[in-house]
C-alpha cells in the first residue's frame, strides 16, 4: 500500500451476508490500512475477526457522518490510509460514503473503490427481467407525499426499476405498488447469499400472496412501464423474440401466450398455433 505524505481512502465493499463474499483485494486493503471507519463498529468486528483481522475502527454513519468526516480527513491529509465500509455491501449505496466521499473530492485525496458485493446487483442479475437499463429508487420514502411521487415515477419509468425495503415495511410497499403496477412481472429477491436465499416471481398480486410473513432483506426487481415500448416495439419483434423476452422472465409457456396476444391484440390460439 502506498505510504505517501498524504492518506488514501478505500470505499470497501463487505460481505451482504455469506462472509466468503469479500475479495482478496479487500482482505489485503483491510489487513494494511493505519483505520477503518465502518457504520456500525460491533458488526465491523465480526467480519474483522472471521478474517482474523485486527485494526483500529472509528464509528462512521449515517447520524455522525458530517462530524465524523472532518476527523477522518485531517487523518487522511496527516497520511493516514483509511478503509470506510458499511455493515453490508458497498458503501454510499443506502449507506453513509457520500459525505465523505464529496469531501475528498474537494481535498485532492485519492479515492479506491475496492469493489464487492451490491444486494440491488445480484437481484437484479437473477431477476430475469431487463438487465440493460434500470433505475434503482433505494428505499421508498415514508412521507407521504414524497411517496406518492416516487410511486408516480415508478408508475411511468419505462426501465426495471430496482427498490430496497425491510420486512417490517413490505406489506405496505406492496400494497402501494399494487394500485400502480397493473401485471408487471415482479421478482422479489430475499435474503441474498444467506441460508434462506429465494426469489419469488409473478405479477404483484401473486407476489403478495406469495409473501405473507416474509422475514429477511428484501430487494425488488420491478419490470419496467412497457406501454409505449409494446406499441412501438412488439410488432416489429419476431414472434420468437417477443416469446424470450417473456421466458427471461420465468413465465410459463401458457402464461407467455397469453401475454403475447395480449401485447399483439391478437387471439390466443392464433398464437398457439403458430409456434406449433
Ligand atoms: N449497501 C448495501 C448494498 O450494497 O446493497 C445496501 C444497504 S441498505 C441500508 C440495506 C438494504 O439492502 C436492505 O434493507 C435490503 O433491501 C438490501 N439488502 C442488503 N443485504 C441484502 C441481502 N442479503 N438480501 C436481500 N437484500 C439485501
Known amino acids: 500500500m502506498e505510504k505517501n505524505k498524504i492518506g488514501n481512502l478505500y470505499i470497501v465493499a463487505t460481505p451482504i451476508g455469506n462472509l466468503e463474499d469479500i475479495t482478496l483485494r479487500a482482505i ?6 493505519d483505520l477503518i471507519a465502518a457504520e456500525d463498529t460491533r458488526h465491523t468486528l465480526k467480519l474483522l475477526n472471521h ?4 485494526k483500529p475502527l472509528i464509528s462512521y454513519h449515517r447520524h455522525n457522518e458530517e462530524i465524523k468526516t ?10 493516514q490510509n483509511v478503509a470506510l465500509v458499511s455493515d453490508a455491501g458497498t458503501p454510499g449505496i443506502c449507506d453513509p460514503g457520500e459525505v465523505i466521499i464529496k469531501k475528498c473530492i474537494e481535498k485532492k485525496i485519492k479515492m479506491i473503490p475496492i469493489p464487492g458485493a451490491c444486494a440491488m446487483i445480484n437481484a437484479l442479475i437473477t431477476s430475469g427481467i431487463d438487465t440493460k437499463e434500470f433505475i434503482f ?14 410511486l408516480e415515477e415508478i408508475e411511468q419509468a419505462s426501465k426495471t ?3 430496497y425495503e425491510a420486512p417490517h415495511k413490505l406489506e405496505n410497499t406492496l400494497k ?25 416471481r409473478g405479477n404483484i398480486k401473486e407476489i ?25 416495439n412488439f410488432e416489429k419483434m419476431t414472434l420468437e ?7 427471461a422472465q420465468g413465465l410459463t409457456k401458457k402464461e407467455i401466450i397469453k401475454k403475447i396476444a395480449k401485447d399483439r391484440g391478437l387471439n390466443k390460439n392464433e398464437v398457439y398455433q403458430q409456434f406449433l
Do not use: M
Not at 472532518?70 to 497520511?79: A, T
Not at 412481472?185 to 444467506?194: D, G, I, P, S
Open 28 to 33: 489485503k486493503v483491510l489487513k494494511e490500512v
Open 51 to 54: 478474517l482474523e483481522i485486527s
Open 70 to 79: 472532518d476527523n477522518l480527513i485531517e487523518k487522511i491529509l496527516d497520511g
Open 137 to 150: 429508487f433505494g428505499f421508498l420514502p415514508l412521507n407521504k407525499k414524497s411517496r406518492k411521487e416516487k
Open 161 to 163: 426499476i430496482i427498490l
Open 176 to 200: 402501494d405498488l399494487e394500485t400502480i403496477l397493473e401485471n408487471r412481472q415482479v421478482v422479489l429477491a430475499r435474503e441474498l447469499t444467506k441460508i434462506h436465499e429465494e426469489f419469488i
Open 208 to 232: 403478495i400472496e406469495k409473501s405473507k410473513d416474509l422475514k429477511g432483506e428484501i430487494v425488488l426487481i420491478i419490470q419496467g412501464n412497457e406501454k409505449e415500448h409494446k406499441s412501438n
Open 241 to 247: 423474440e417477443h416469446y424470450k423476452i417473456y421466458e
